[in-house]
């Protein structure tokens, strides 16, 4: 009797273990795997708007564009320079501003120091530290009381623009993607580069 009921708990004990392991998800479902890829490849997942491919293209073409201007390549003291926010004209709901922080990240690497960038949008944390500061609650190597942050030289902003056509054949999207960095003083653009990107497929896509 005693041998039947150590042999009943084992099949109960095996029974819940593989049961245990079954609710955890060992087993991999059927269906295709999640893949890595570059953030330059298009992958199976695509449709016609804004897609990563094109963020690398674009953000790298214009970065390099930059680079190259005299206000930049031949300054004698680095431009200083505020992100402000790109202008989102397609039908496309994307986080339009990516494209300003990859090309910033961009020139702050490829430049050697020719540009700099103020942290504008981190204001209220800066001005909060400068505040602590003065009232002497953290230690400062600089005069307390000087006011530190800086005016920019110019602004870096763009803009989205798209057309698009839908019939029962398809969908297509032409996207021009155009930037401009500003005199801060004179409101002049020193500079001006743009890409386009026009692309057709059968369905559409949801862009979140």
Same mark, same amino acid.
Request: aromatic letters at 6%.
């Given at each position: 009797?005693?041998?039947?009921?150590?042999?009943?708990?084992?099949?109960?004990?095996?029974?819940?273990?593989? =049961?245990?392991?079954?609710?955890?998800?060992?087993?991999?479902?059927?269906?295709?795997?999640?893949?890595?890829? =570059?953030?330059?490849?298009?992958?199976?997942? =695509?449709?016609?708007?804004?897609?990563?491919?094109?963020?690398?293209?674009?953000?790298?073409?214009?970065?390099?564009?930059?680079?190259?201007?005299?206000?930049? =390549?031949?300054?004698?003291?680095?431009?200083?320079?505020?992100?402000?926010?790109?202008?989102?004209?397609?039908?496309?709901?994307?986080?339009?501003?990516?494209?300003?922080?990859?090309?910033?990240?961009?020139?702050?690497?490829?430049?050697?120091?020719?540009?700099?960038?103020?942290? !504008?949008? !981190?204001?209220?944390?800066?001005?909060?530290?400068?505040?602590?500061?003065?009232?002497?609650?953290?230690?400062?190597?600089?005069?307390?009381?000087?006011?530190?942050?800086?005016?920019?030289?110019?602004?870096?902003?763009?803009?989205?623009?798209?057309?698009?056509?839908?019939?029962?054949?398809?969908?297509?999207?032409?996207?021009?993607?155009?930037?401009?960095?500003?005199?801060?003083?004179?409101?002049?653009?020193?500079?001006?580069?743009?890409?386009?990107?026009?692309?057709?497929?059968?369905?559409?896509?949801?862009?979140?």
């Amino acid at each position: 009797m005693k041998s039947k009921l150590i042999k009943l708990t084992f099949t109960l004990t095996t029974a819940a273990l593989v =049961a245990s392991c079954a609710s955890r998800g060992i087993k991999n479902p059927a269906g295709v795997p999640v893949k890595q890829m =570059a953030a330059d490849e298009q992958g199976f997942v =695509a449709g016609t708007g804004v897609e990563s491919q094109d963020l690398v293209t674009i953000t790298d073409k214009m970065s390099r564009s930059m680079m190259g201007i005299q206000q930049i =390549a031949n300054a004698t003291l680095p431009p200083i320079i505020v992100l402000d926010p790109v202008e989102n004209k397609t039908r496309f709901p994307i986080n339009k501003d990516i494209f300003l922080t990859r090309i910033r990240s961009e020139l702050n690497k490829r430049s050697g120091g020719k540009v700099t960038f103020l942290a !504008r949008e !981190r204001m209220a944390a800066l001005e909060k530290e400068r505040n602590l500061k003065r009232e002497g609650a953290v230690s400062t190597t600089s005069d307390p009381a000087k006011q530190e942050f800086k005016g920019a030289d110019y602004f870096l902003t763009g803009s989205l623009e798209g057309l698009s056509t839908r019939t029962s054949k398809g969908t297509s999207d032409y996207i021009l993607y155009a930037f401009q960095l500003i005199d801060a003083r004179t409101s002049a653009i020193v500079w001006e580069d743009n890409a386009e990107i026009k692309k057709q497929g059968l369905e559409d896509a949801a862009y979140r």
